[in-house]
């Protein structure tokens, strides 16, 4: 595991090392998760996927649906049902 001590500017800024950034392909504008746990910080690399890629995955998620029997309405039901219980 590669640990390295960062220090947290008078703004709570932090600066990724060149060598993280490097190893990870982070580049200015890209964008991080934050996870925290007790006081943990676990910082992720989000990346988006490209149009081509989420287009893809969409068509791959719509076959397995229509393989399953799932309709239109079935898919809207599953998430109306998800979406209650995330806010409960």
Do not use: H
């Not at 746990?37 to 791959?60: H, N, Q, R, W, Y």
């Not at 076959?63 to 809207?76: I, L, P, Q, R």
């Amino acid at each position: 595991m590669n640990t390295q001590i960062l220090t947290v500017s008078s703004k709570g800024q932090i600066s990724l090392p060149v060598s993280i950034r490097k190893r990870l392909s982070i580049e200015s504008g890209d964008k991080l998760v934050a996870y925290i746990s007790g006081d943990v910080i676990m910082l992720k690399a989000l990346k988006l996927p490209t149009a081509e890629e989420f287009e893809a995955s969409l068509d791959e998620a719509q076959k397995w649906a229509a393989s399953v029997g799932y309709t239109e309405n079935d898919v809207d039901d599953i998430i109306k049902s998800a979406r209650k219980k995330k806010r409960t």
